[in-house]
C-alpha cells in the first residue's frame, strides 16, 4: 500500500462495510458532538495537561498527549494495544496514505 490509486480501493472496501444511511448517521453524530461541545478545563484523561480537542466517542475534553487526531479518540477509548503502539509514536502519514497530513 502507499499509492494514491490503493488508498481509493481501500477507501471503496471501507465504505461497502458501511451502508450509506449509517455513513450520514455516523457523520452527523460526529458533527453535532462536535459542535455542542468546546474542549475546556483540563484533560478528562491525564487530569494534568489543559484539553484542546473532544473524545468523538466519548465526548470528554482531550489534551493532545492523550488524543489520537487521525481516529479523533481519548486513548481511554482505544485498546491497551493500539494506544501502547501509537504513544509518541511521529507515524509518517503522508508515505502511507499519499495525502499531506496536518496535525
Partial sequence: MGSKEDTAVMNDSLKQW?????????????????QEKTPSGKCNVCNTNDATAIC????????????FTIVGLCQNCLS?????????????WKSILGVDWVD
Fill in 18 to 34: 458501511i451502508s450509506k444511511e449509517d455513513q450520514v448517521k455516523i457523520a452527523r453524530h460526529i458533527e453535532c458532538a462536535l
Fill in 80 to 92: 491497551k494495544v493500539t494506544v501502547e503502539k501509537w504513544k509518541n509514536k511521529k507515524t509518517d
Fill in 56 to 67: 468523538i466517542k466519548c465526548g470528554g475534553p482531550t489534551c493532545p498527549s492523550c488524543y
